[in-house]
Every structure is written in structure tokens, then in C-alpha cells.
Nanobody, 124 residues
Framework: QVQLVESGGGLVQAGGSLRLSCAASGLTFNNYGMGWFRRAPRKERAFVAAITYSGGSTDYADSVKGRFTISRDNAKNTVYLQMNSLKPEDTAVYYC?????????????????WGQGTQVTVSS
């Protein structure tokens, strides 16, 4: 079956960096667009970043533009989220997801598969 497994979360000070990884199995990875979402405390899960199956197109939430970078390595079946200049408001559980839609996708219901999430905590 399809599995998406996130890793790389942790505790970091404001201004620091983390790189999240999401390893996919059970699907033809280079046929799927990938996305990152996050659920902050007391908030609904929200879009963070997306990348097309080839990596040729990306999209970001306004709150992370210029600080976060999504990328993928199709040879390793892995998608990454490089997070720089982290802020306390970036604290959340981060989820990766896979969609068979060709363009970048911000809408959660259009994703077919989800990981279990990894906690990111940014201290002030």
C-alpha cells in the first residue's frame, strides 16, 4: 500500500533552519505531484507548498514565500521542504501529501494520500 513517511522535524530556535523529508513508497512517485501542509495549534490544516511531478513548477503559501523551498528527488522517491528563517508561528505538525493532478495543488481534498506528520516547534 501507499506510504508517505515524514522526517526531519524537531525543536529549533527562531531564525534557524530545518529540512523536512517525505519518503514515498507503494506508488509511482514521478507520476504524482506533492504537497506540504501544516496544522498549527488550535488551527485547521493549511497549505504550505506544492511541486509538480517533474519538479518543474512550485507554489507556496504567502506566509512562507522566500523562506521555504520545496524540492523533490524522483530517483529517491522523496520530497523535501527546506525551511529557513523560522518563526514561532511556523510551529505546527507538517504533513506531506500526494496528488495525481498534473498542476500544483493547494486544495487538500484533491490529494489522494497523506503522511502521518512530523512536529516542528520553533522557540522564540
Amino acid at each position: 500500500q501507499v506510504q508517505l513517511v515524514e522526517s526531519g522535524g524537531g525543536l529549533v530556535q527562531a531564525g534557524g533552519s530545518l529540512r523536512l523529508s517525505c519518503a514515498a513508497s507503494g506508488l509511482t512517485f514521478n507520476n504524482y505531484g506533492m504537497g506540504w501542509f501544516r496544522r498549527a495549534p488550535r488551527k485547521e490544516r493549511a497549505f504550505v507548498a506544492a511541486i509538480t511531478y517533474s519538479g518543474g513548477s512550485t507554489d507556496y503559501a504567502d506566509s512562507v514565500k522566500g523562506r521555504f523551498t520545496i524540492s523533490r528527488d524522483n530517483a529517491k522517491n522523496t520530497v523535501y521542504l527546506q525551511m529557513n528563517s523560522l518563526k514561532p508561528e511556523d510551529t505546527a505538525v507538517y504533513y506531506c501529501a500526494a496528488t495525481n493532478i498534473a498542476r500544483t495543488v493547494k486544495t487538500q481534498r484533491l490529494y489522494d494520500y497523506w503522511g502521518q506528520g512530523t512536529q516542528v516547534t520553533v522557540s522564540s
